[in-house]
C-alpha cells in the first residue's frame, strides 16, 4: 500500500453543504462558546498496522547511517549514497613528487542519533553509476546503486564506536561532532594522479562526476547482539564540515584539500528491515493483533486506527472537542523514545489510493506517556459529508528521515491506559 505523506491542508470544515439538512447558519456558530455540549467516549477503536512499501529519501534534510537491533522490531540498517562536488575547478597539486599524504578522511557531522551508541564497522564504496539529480528521479528507501568492489576504508579503521555527543577535535581544534572515517590514502593518490595527468577531469563539476561518482557508505555488523546499535543522523547537504578531506604535505608544507557535499549534491537513504520473527511480523499476518498492540515506524510502518461509530454521529451537530489519546508502551529512559510529534493523513474517500495529511499533529506526553490528537475538525467534516470514514493513519513526524519507532497500547491491551476518543458536541 502506498502512503502519500503530502504538505498539503485539508480543507476540513466549508461554508457550503450538499446533505439533506444544510444546516442554515451552523458555520457563524463558534464552537468554543457553545454550552452544555454532550460527551461520549463509547466508540469502539480498531487499531492494527500497515506497511509503507515506498517512502521517497532523496535529499532529505537529514541522512541516516548505521543499524540496530530492535527487540521488538528487528533489525533496521540504513546506508548512505551521495554524490561530491569540486570546491574550485582545476586544482594544482603540484608534482606528485614532492606529496606526502597523512591521511585521507570522510567526515559527516551529527546532527542525532536513535538507539545505543556501541561499536559498528564502518565499510565505504565507490559508485559504479550516477545518482541522477533531476527532480522527476525518485530514489525510495529500498533504492539502491551498483558499486565498485573495494571497500576505500583503510585497513584496521572501520570499527569506530560513534560519538555524536562530544566535539572531535581536528588538527587540534575542537568541532561540532563528527564521524570521522579514515579511508585508503591510495584512492586519495587516484585523484593527484587523476589531476596531473587528465586536467580536464577537473575543469568542471561535470567532467569531476562523471570521473568520481559518489560514495556508498554502509555498515557491516552481522554479530549485532538484540538492544545494540543505533541510527546515526547527518546533515550532508547544509554543512561544510561534512566533506571527504586529503590532508598532504607539499615540499613539506601542510596542505589540505576538500571534496565537498553541498545542496548542489543528489544524495538518499537506504533503509533495509529484518522483520523475521518478531512481533510486528506477527501482527502484520494477523492483524487482530492490533487491539492489543500496534505499532509505528519511520520509513516502515504505519499505525492504523478505525472509528466505525463516527458514522452514526447526527448530521446536525457542530463539534466542540474531538481528542484522540493513544497510550504507549514506553519507560523513561529507555533508549527507544518515541518522537515528540506524530502525524495523521486519512484518504479522502475509499476509493483513493493515497493518504492526505490532515494538517494534525500529535504531541506526546512524556507524563501520560501518550499521544494526545485534536481530531475536531476531521470529525467535524465526517459529520457534514465532506470526507469519508476511511480512518487515519499516524506516522512518526520524520517518517522518512529518523529511525523512530512507537509501540502503542490497543483497545485490548493488558496495561492499564488504552486509546480512546472523547467528543463533545451540540445540536442544532
Same mark, same amino acid.
Given at each position: 500500500?502506498?502512503?502519500?505523506?503530502?504538505?498539503?491542508? &485539508?480543507?476540513?470544515?466549508?461554508?457550503?453543504?450538499?446533505?439533506?439538512?444544510?444546516?442554515?447558519?451552523?458555520?457563524?456558530?463558534?464552537?468554543?462558546?457553545?454550552?452544555?455540549?454532550?460527551?461520549?467516549?463509547?466508540?469502539?477503536? %480498531?487499531?492494527?498496522?500497515?506497511?509503507?512499501?515506498?517512502?521517497?529519501?532523496?535529499?532529505?534534510? /537529514?541522512?541516516?547511517?548505521?543499524?540496530?537491533?530492535?527487540?521488538?522490531?528487528?533489525?533496521?540498517?540504513?546506508?548512505?549514497?551521495?554524490?561530491?562536488?569540486?570546491?574550485?575547478?582545476?586544482? =594544482?597539486?603540484?608534482?606528485?613528487?614532492?606529496?606526502?599524504?597523512?591521511?585521507?578522511?570522510?567526515?559527516?557531522?551529527?546532527?542525532?542519533?536513535?538507539?545505543? &551508541?556501541?561499536?559498528?564497522?564502518?565499510?565505504?564504496?565507490?559508485?559504479?553509476?550516477?545518482?541522477? /539529480?533531476?527532480?522527476?528521479?525518485?530514489?525510495?528507501?529500498?533504492?539502491?546503486?551498483?558499486?565498485?568492489?573495494?571497500?576505500?576504508?583503510?585497513?584496521?579503521?572501520?570499527?569506530?564506536?560513534?560519538?555524536?555527543?562530544?566535539?572531535?577535535?581536528?588538527?587540534?581544534?575542537?568541532?561540532?561532532?563528527?564521524?570521522?572515517?579514515?579511508?585508503?590514502? =591510495?584512492?586519495?593518490? #587516484?585523484?593527484?594522479?587523476?589531476?596531473?595527468?587528465?586536467?580536464?577531469?577537473?575543469?568542471?563539476?561535470?567532467?569531476?562526476?562523471?570521473?568520481?561518482?559518489?560514495?556508498?557508505?554502509?555498515? =557491516?555488523?552481522?554479530?549485532?547482539?538484540?538492544? @545494540?546499535?543505533?541510527?546515526?543522523?547527518? #546533515?550532508?547537504?547544509?554543512?561544510?564540515?561534512?566533506?571527504?578531506?586529503?590532508?598532504?604535505?607539499?615540499?613539506?608544507?601542510? @596542505?589540505? %584539500?576538500?571534496?565537498?557535499? =553541498?545542496?548542489?549534491?543528489?544524495?538518499?537513504?537506504?533503509?533495509?528491515?529484518?522483520?523475521?520473527?518478531?512481533?510486528?511480523?506477527?501482527?502484520?499476518? #494477523?492483524?487482530?493483533?492490533?487491539?492489543?498492540?500496534? %505499532?509505528?515506524?519511520?520509513?516502515?510502518?504505519?499505525?492504523?486506527?478505525?472509528?466505525?461509530?463516527?458514522?452514526?454521529?447526527? #448530521?446536525?451537530?457542530?463539534?466542540?472537542?474531538?481528542? &484522540?489519546?493513544?497510550?504507549?508502551?514506553?519507560?523513561?529512559?529507555?533508549? %527507544?523514545?518515541?518522537?515528540?510529534?506524530?502525524?495523521?493523513?486519512?484518504?479522502?474517500?475509499?476509493?483513493?489510493?493515497?493518504?492526505?495529511?490532515?494538517?494534525?499533529?500529535?504531541?506526546?506526553?512524556?507524563?501520560?506517556?501518550?499521544?494526545?490528537?485534536?481530531?475536531?475538525?476531521?470529525?467535524?467534516?465526517?459529520?457534514?459529508?465532506?470526507?469519508?470514514?476511511?480512518?487515519?493513519?499516524?506516522?512518526?513526524?520524520?517518517?522518512? /528521515?529518523?529511525?523512530?519507532?512507537?509501540?502503542?497500547?490497543?483497545?485490548?491491551?493488558? /496495561?492499564?491506559?488504552?486509546?480512546?476518543?472523547?467528543?463533545?458536541?451540540?445540536?442544532?
Amino acid at each position: 500500500m502506498k502512503v502519500l505523506s503530502a504538505l498539503l491542508l &485539508l480543507l476540513l470544515v466549508s461554508a457550503a453543504c450538499t446533505k439533506k439538512n444544510p444546516g442554515l447558519g451552523k458555520d457563524i456558530i463558534d464552537p468554543d462558546v457553545l454550552l452544555n455540549g454532550i460527551t461520549t467516549d463509547t466508540f469502539e477503536l %480498531y487499531t492494527y498496522s500497515i506497511v509503507q512499501d515506498s517512502t521517497e529519501t532523496k535529499n532529505a534534510s /537529514n541522512v541516516l547511517l548505521g543499524s540496530y537491533v530492535d527487540p521488538k522490531f528487528g533489525k533496521v540498517s540504513a546506508s548512505i549514497f551521495t554524490e561530491f562536488r569540486l570546491p574550485g575547478l582545476n586544482p =594544482n597539486f603540484g608534482d606528485p613528487a614532492l606529496i606526502t599524504i597523512d591521511s585521507f578522511v570522510l567526515a559527516l557531522e551529527y546532527v542525532g542519533y536513535y538507539g545505543e &551508541l556501541s561499536a559498528q564497522n564502518f565499510e565505504v564504496y565507490s559508485l559504479a553509476d550516477s545518482i541522477q /539529480n533531476a527532480s522527476a528521479v525518485k530514489y525510495y528507501q529500498f533504492s539502491s546503486i551498483p558499486t565498485n568492489s573495494t571497500n576505500w576504508v583503510a585497513a584496521g579503521q572501520g570499527t569506530i564506536t560513534p560519538d555524536p555527543i562530544n566535539d572531535a577535535v581536528v588538527a587540534g581544534a575542537e568541532v561540532d561532532p563528527q564521524l570521522r572515517i579514515h579511508l585508503d590514502t =591510495n584512492r586519495a593518490w #587516484d585523484f593527484i594522479y587523476q589531476s596531473n595527468t587528465n586536467p580536464s577531469t577537473f575543469a568542471t563539476n561535470a567532467a569531476f562526476q562523471e570521473y568520481f561518482k559518489g560514495l556508498y557508505i554502509t555498515t =557491516n555488523n552481522p554479530t549485532q547482539a538484540s538492544g @545494540k546499535g543505533a541510527i546515526l543522523y547527518f #546533515d550532508i547537504n547544509n554543512n561544510a564540515a561534512s566533506k571527504m578531506t586529503i590532508y598532504f604535505k607539499q615540499a613539506g608544507v601542510s @596542505k589540505t %584539500y576538500d571534496f565537498t557535499i =553541498n545542496t548542489n549534491c543528489a544524495d538518499f537513504t537506504h533503509v533495509d528491515h529484518d522483520q523475521s520473527n518478531t512481533p510486528v511480523a506477527a501482527l502484520l499476518a #494477523d492483524t487482530t493483533l492490533g487491539q492489543k498492540t500496534f %505499532y509505528a515506524q519511520a520509513n516502515k510502518l504505519r499505525a492504523m486506527v478505525k472509528i466505525p461509530g463516527l458514522d452514526q454521529l447526527p #448530521d446536525n451537530i457542530v463539534i466542540h472537542r474531538a481528542d &484522540l489519546s493513544l497510550p504507549v508502551q514506553f519507560q523513561t529512559g529507555y533508549r %527507544y523514545k518515541p518522537g515528540s510529534r506524530v502525524t495523521a493523513a486519512s484518504k479522502l474517500a475509499a476509493s483513493d489510493i493515497y493518504y492526505t495529511s490532515l494538517g494534525i499533529a500529535g504531541l506526546y506526553s512524556d507524563v501520560n506517556k501518550q499521544y494526545d490528537l485534536d481530531l475536531r475538525a476531521y470529525v467535524q467534516s465526517l459529520v457534514n459529508g465532506k470526507l469519508e470514514n476511511t480512518g487515519i493513519v499516524v506516522s512518526p513526524l520524520f517518517f522518512r /528521515n529518523s529511525a523512530e519507532r512507537i509501540v502503542f497500547n490497543g483497545t485490548q491491551t493488558n /496495561n492499564k491506559k488504552k486509546p480512546k476518543l472523547v467528543i463533545t458536541y451540540t445540536t442544532y
